[in-house]
């Protein structure tokens, strides 16, 4: 895979929240790999209340981490 | 997207966990940007009750993030 | 909705640990703002074990971010 | 409610897992305060195992708090 | 039951995870103590997928108590 | 086991996700040893949404740890 994340460092807290949403989705792409299966997926997830909030959930931890990273952007 | 995010600082502890709704949902729009699906899930969803303990428990990690970035308002 | 949260700060540990329990009901209401709907999936709710194992995990999210307010009561 | 958590410090780890344990417990005990109604929970509560990981889970949130409470025993 | 938990501190990150590990059963055992029922448990539990997740899950949480012990082992 | 956890730091972001991902693995694989089953187990899982958010999951706690482990590589 190529260089995807070189570093945590954003300018805004927005792009912090960005950046955790590539992070949730990239723990998903190196568990399945297969761009086409993921995009199978998505009609019924995205329909999908519990899958939604789940999702944001793992977005939630990530931007602690980006947050952390950036000193909350004090 | 707009900008939605200019900082995580809020000037009180409730307006911080306001803040921690609004990253909770952000997530769930980001992955499902329409406000017509989400509208549709929005019944189901209200009136289950481990729905909105989930709902509730990712607002509690941005609320840990939010917190963290105040100082936790001392 | 009123002022409900004028600061993370507690007394004793105890004191501490109720305000994580109203954090995570808030997160419920903010969600779910009819208090008669919240009132009428109380009794699932309170009868299943998972929903209430699921609770106890928002409550010790709440928890930790309440603590370190605290700094742990030391 | 009587007085139940005076402290988070003990003097050792386990100690601080088994406070883990009730703070846990705790948790769910002021979401369904009959103890009869979580009694009758047990018996399937007990012989699922995802449900016993998932009541594991909060008592590892919770041996977070408490470790850090006690800057971890060093 | 016996001192099972001396210290968090442990010479390798490895064996941090692996006390992780023991954290995880530990909070399974304290809530289900029987050895027997916990062991039938464990045919259907290991054959599935989520099941495996949730379980690293925990262990996941314990880590990151164990590795801040340890400082990380730096 | 083999020694397969010399050290939590890495030398970019990146390797520090990737590090997270083996060890959000390794929390199955410690929890199932046989490679034969976790293969089976496979398939079905990874054509799942929930289960992949799930692993997703695991890996994003992972790097919380995997973060802080390396100063955020700041």
């Not at 590539?22 to 209340?49: C, H, N, W």
């Not at 977005?59 to 004090?74: D, E, G, P, R, S």
Request: glycine fraction near 2%; avoid cysteine; charge should be neutral.
């Amino acid at each position: 895979m190529t260089d995807w994340l070189p570093s945590l460092k954003t300018e805004t807290p927005q792009q912090g929240f960005e950046l955790a949403i590539m992070l949730a989705r990239k723990g998903v792409a190196y568990t399945q790999p297969s761009a086409e299966i993921r995009k199978d997926l998505r009609p019924k997830y995205e329909a999908d209340a519990d899958s939604l909030t789940l999702a944001s959930q793992v977005i939630a931890i990530h931007f602690q981490t980006v947050a952390l990273a950036n000193n909350h952007w004090k």
